[in-house]
């Protein structure tokens, strides 16, 4: 008997293009992997409504859909317009609560609104305010991968994660996250599977657990209703 293929599609994080997917591998007699691309939101668009316009990208039901950081947030939103196997989310967060006081503090005083757009296009200051601040060579590893530098967009997607609205967390959803992670760090961070070692880029370096262990978290028999 022929085994059935679960098509897996994977949503990267805030600028982020499908390169940072590069060092995945799924076996492919079990999986077949699809990248979800960011499109540029239309004027005034709210977060559900573009949410709705990524999941026609998903063209089968029971998918598995899989967000990092903001494309956590994203595939989130995206599972109320879908029928899905499973979501997992990797370096996210699941409700507002978990945000760092840094994000909770720049909604309530609009202060993500000062942030200087046109200047944060720029290679190095796009990197440093998506990851954080961190090492020369973490910071030079991610940068290659921001590749979606529409101004638009990024007004849009900042502005939407830091003011993401959602207060409960939905049962769901299969958290992984890093113990070393600068941007949502772990204290604030409830009910996940925790990578030692992992940072906010550890779908870029900690490839290998993933590869490991992705197809055995993906079958496991929890699917979403």
């Known amino acids: 008997m022929n085994q059935e293929i679960i098509p897996i599609y994977f949503v990267p994080g805030l600028a982020a293009g499908r390169e940072i997917f590069k060092n995945i591998s799924l076996p492919d007699d079990q999986f077949k992997v699809h ?4 499109k540029i939101p239309e004027h005034k668009e709210t977060i559900e409504e573009y949410a709705q316009r ?6 089968e039901e029971n998918a598995v859909l899989i967000g990092v950081s903001f494309g956590g947030v994203m595939a ?6 879908l029928k899905l196997k499973k979501i997992i989310i990797i370096s996210s967060v699941k409700t507002k609560l978990e945000l760092p006081l840094r994000l909770q503090f720049a909604r309530k005083t609009l202060a993500y609104k000062l942030v200087p757009t046109k200047l944060v296009i720029s290679a190095d200051d ?4 998506a990851i954080g601040p961190k090492t ?3 910071l030079e590893m991610y940068q290659e991968y921001l590749s979606v530098r529409n101004e638009h967009y990024l007004d849009w997607a900042i502005e939407n994660m830091v003011c993401w609205d959602r207060e409960t967390p939905d049962p769901k959803v299969i958290h992984i996250h890093g113990d070393e992670d600068l941007v949502f760090p772990i204290e604030k961070i409830k009910d996940c599977i925790v ?5 906010h880029i550890m779908i870029l370096n900690k490839f290998k657990w993933f590869n490991e262990n992705l197809p055995k978290i993906i079958l496991e028999n929890n699917e979403v209703n």
Do not use: H
């Not at 989130?76 to 317009?81: I, L, R, V």
């Not at 990578?195 to 940072?199: A, H, I, R, Y």
């Open 126 to 129: 796009l990197t440093k305010f």
């Open 136 to 138: 020369k060579k973490r």
């Open 35 to 38: 990248i979800i691309e960011w």
């Open 195 to 199: 990578l030692k070692g992992g940072t």
């Open 54 to 59: 990524m999941a026609a990208d998903v063209k």
């Open 76 to 81: 989130q939103e995206m599972s109320a317009f």
